[in-house]
């Protein structure tokens, strides 16, 4: 089981999407309610829950990797059950969250679907049929490219080589002055 080392909220790095979600408890108490406002942070490989938005440490957080994320209206029975989603992974724990709002329910699970997304790809996509290799050296392309944007004429370009010497002159070496 990897262990993921607990941030504070600033410190998280990389946060895609931070807000209020209720969080469902595991195990609901008698005298608490099954559903707890925590402020969530998700950053490009791990999801954090916290008391509140200053909180220096996380209540919780878990690796999204091999989790997937869905709309779950099942799991309230009030006006907000339009507003659930569920993270779920086989053979791990699964996370309840109620957004404050449909759209923003839809806005984390899709925020979520597109990192998982991401995550699963192994390599980084490239449109690289119309393109030849790049090479910076002899190619004719940006021979003739540098010779139409040329402006100075090879006099001028001689003279300013002399006044704004660009080489760095090495000690004991002196430069060549024609």
């Known amino acids: ?12 790095g990389n946060i ?5 979600l209720e969080k469902r408890s595991r ?39 091999h989790y997937s994320a869905r709309m779950a209206f099942h799991l309230r029975k009030d006006s907000r059950k339009r507003c659930c ?12 969250f109620t957004a404050p709002s449909p759209a923003e329910a839809e806005d984390w699970v899709d925020q ?7 995550l699963s790809s192994l390599t980084i996509p490239c449109d690289d049929e119309d ?6 050296v002899d190619s004719s392309d940006s021979v003739n490219t540098a010779s139409h ?13 002399e006044e704004d010497d660009i080489y760095e002159v090495l000690p004991g070496k002196q430069p060549n002055k024609q």
Do not use: H
């Open 149 to 161: 944007n040329t402006t100075l004429n090879q006099d001028e370009a001689n003279t300013e080589m």
């Open 27 to 65: 195990e609901p108490s008698f005298f608490g309610s099954e559903w707890q406002k925590r402020w969530c942070v998700l950053n490009r490989k791990t999801f954090y829950y916290y008391a509140n938005e200053k909180s220096k440490q996380p209540k919780g957080n878990f690796s999204i990797e």
């Open 16 to 20: 895609l999407k931070q807000g209020y």
């Open 112 to 118: 979520i679907q597109f990192l998982l997304k991401d």
């Open 85 to 96: 989603f569920e993270l779920i992974c086989p053979g791990k724990r699964t996370y309840e």
């Open 1 to 12: 089981l990897e262990e993921i080392t607990p941030k504070p909220v600033q410190d998280t």
């Open 131 to 136: 393109e030849e290799p790049y090479n910076d």
